[in-house]
């Protein structure tokens, strides 16, 4: 019998992972054998990680602008993680969603005392790439093992090229209502141009990883 090859799945919150974790389950577990977070395919392993885990050989993620994602997870953690979970704010998250109101709001007003202390403290929004990419160095070492990088922006026309790569069926889907996507419907993601320019000064080490990663694979986010 041939050994199944181990992929890790790095969980980068607000990419699209959810999604990505829904597909296999239930592409597994309806044609499958499925085991805790372990999908065994016929020639893989993917090992469904949560946030925690950082990029290790053979690995799976996706990586999306960081003003985008920035946007996401403030309203991610304003909707206490609903509509898939239910994460109630720590006190720190309370304070800073009663000083802002939306991600706009917040990142034009980087640089007061009150932002940078929102900035720190709304979950997902003060976590940088470094926290499952490290840093270049070790983001360029990493590179010519990982398995693949899908794209937010483009995430259906990725899962189906990484589909191939897996060797798995049309069983395996991404899920098609907002639930099961963790998508945040009728939230004003909307960012002016001072908002962007500051996110892209306090993301700037997200940008540089994400310049390697596009440089490297050859694609746009």
Request: one cysteine or more; glycine letters at 6%.
């Amino acid at each position: 019998m041939l050994e199944r090859k181990i992929v890790n799945f790095i969980h980068i919150p607000r990419t699209g992972g959810s999604s990505f974790k829904y597909a296999m389950k239930k592409g597994c577990y309806d044609h499958g054998y499925f085991n805790d977070s372990n999908i065994n395919l016929e020639k893989y392993t993917v090992v469904l990680n949560g946030h925690g885990q950082k990029l290790v050989g053979n690995s799976i993620f996706f990586i999306r602008d960081p003003a985008e994602r920035f946007a996401s997870s403030f309203w991610g953690r304003y909707n206490q993680g609903k509509p898939l979970y239910h994460g109630i704010w720590m006190p720190e998250e309370r304070e800073s969603f009663e000083l802002f109101k939306t991600p706009n709001q917040l990142a034009e007003a980087i640089g007061s005392k009150k932002a940078k202390f929102a900035m720190n403290s709304i979950q997902h929004v003060n976590a940088g790439l470094s926290d499952w990419l490290v840093n270049k160095d070790y983001l360029l070492g990493e590179l010519n093992s990982v398995f693949f990088v899908g794209r937010t922006s483009h995430l259906s026309e990725d899962f189906e090229i990484l589909k191939k790569k897996l060797d798995i069926g049309d069983n395996y889907k991404l899920p098609d209502d907002f639930k099961k996507r963790n998508k945040i419907a009728s939230c004003d993601k909307r960012l002016s141009s001072k908002a962007i320019n500051n996110l892209k000064e306090w993301y700037k080490e997200d940008y540089e990883l994400i310049k390697i990663i596009k440089d490297y694979f050859k694609f746009n986010i």
